[in-house]
Structure formats: structure tokens, C-alpha cells
């Protein structure tokens, strides 16, 4: 929490087709979820907080390639965007949960996605991510590990 600086355990799950009606454009949200669920190549996945899991904290796209993990599109809820977002790390805690994943699927940990051009400083000192030319980002085992590490203790 940004302003009480207390941290809330949190968990990850698949984005259900009922979780729809709340991450959708008219709530603020800038992608369109709905269609991204649609979509049979990728995984929906949504943070929440344990205590409070009816309220959507973030949501991520995946889609498992041959030899790494792509995160298509991540997005913060509305709340947790901008200089007065309520929490911080939720974007964090998905792309660690994608590095997780990748290691689960022995891919060494390895994530890659698109970054906006502005982002891409952000995201090499944020998240250890290379920049591989244009806007490709990749997570490398190293980093991953340091991702996982931080969000996911046990």
C-alpha cells in the first residue's frame, strides 16, 4: 500500500469469464480483456489479494512458446496506475509469476515482450529485462530468478 506502506499477501489464478464484467474499458481499464480471453493461444491470468479477491489488482496475457514464455499484454487496475495508485509491484508480481511459469515449464525462466519505447529503460532497471533491438525485452534465467525470488518467498 503507497500510503500506509503495509504489504498484502497476494495469489495468481486464471482470469474467469465472470472477472470479464470488471476489467473492461468502462471501468478504466485501457485493453480490451475480454477479447485477449477470447483468444485460444494465450493464458489470462489476474493478481489479487487474498484477503480481497473479488477486486482485480493487475491481469496478464501469456502465451507459451517453444522455448520461453511471451507476455502479449499487462495492464495495473485503474486504481493501481499513475501518481495516486493505492499499490505498488502488482505488474511486477505477474511478470514474476510469468518467469515462474517459464522456469515450470523448463524454460529457464525465460519471458519476453514489447515494450513501449519509453518503458524500455524502466523495465532493464525494474525487472534486469535486455533490450534485444526495436522494442523485444527478454528476461534471462538470471533475472528471472531475482523476480521470483522477490515475489514468490516460499
Known amino acids: 500500500n503507497v500510503k500506509t506502506g503495509d504489504s498484502f499477501a497476494t495469489a495468481v489464478s486464471l482470469l474467469l469469464k465472470d472477472d470479464l464484467k470488471n476489467a473492461n474499458k468502462k471501468n478504466g481499464w485501457k485493453f480490451n480483456w475480454k477479447d485477449e480471453w477470447r483468444?485460444?493461444?494465450?493464458e489470462v491470468y489476474k493478481l489479487i489479494i487474498e484477503s480481497s479477491p473479488e477486486i482485480i489488482q493487475a491481469v496478464v496475457s501469456l502465451r507459451i512458446e517453444e522455448n520461453f514464455v511471451y507476455m502479449p499484454l499487462i495492464e495495473s487496475?485503474?486504481?493501481?496506475?499513475?501518481k495516486d495508485k493505492v499499490y505498488l509491484g502488482a505488474p511486477g508480481n505477474l511478470v514474476a509469476f510469468a518467469c515462474?511459469?517459464?522456469f515450470q515449464r523448463g524454460f529457464s525462466?525465460?519471458?519476453?515482450?514489447?515494450?513501449?519505447?519509453?518503458?524500455?529503460?524502466?523495465?532493464?532497471?525494474?525487472?534486469?529485462?535486455?533490450?534485444?533491438?526495436?522494442?523485444?525485452?527478454?528476461?534471462?534465467s538470471?533475472?528471472?530468478?531475482?523476480l521470483v525470488e522477490k515475489y514468490f518467498k516460499s
Not at 518503458?119 to 528476461?139: C, P
Not at 538470471?142 to 531475482?146: D, L, P, V
Open 109 to 140: 525462466g525465460f519471458v519476453s515482450f514489447h515494450a513501449k519505447t519509453a518503458l524500455i529503460d524502466h523495465y532493464t532497471k525494474s525487472l534486469g529485462a535486455v533490450h534485444h533491438g526495436g522494442q523485444l525485452m527478454v528476461i534471462d
Open 39 to 42: 483468444l485460444n493461444d494465450r
Open 100 to 102: 515462474r511459469l517459464s
Open 77 to 82: 487496475a485503474p486504481f493501481n496506475r499513475g
Open 142 to 146: 538470471i533475472a528471472a530468478g531475482m
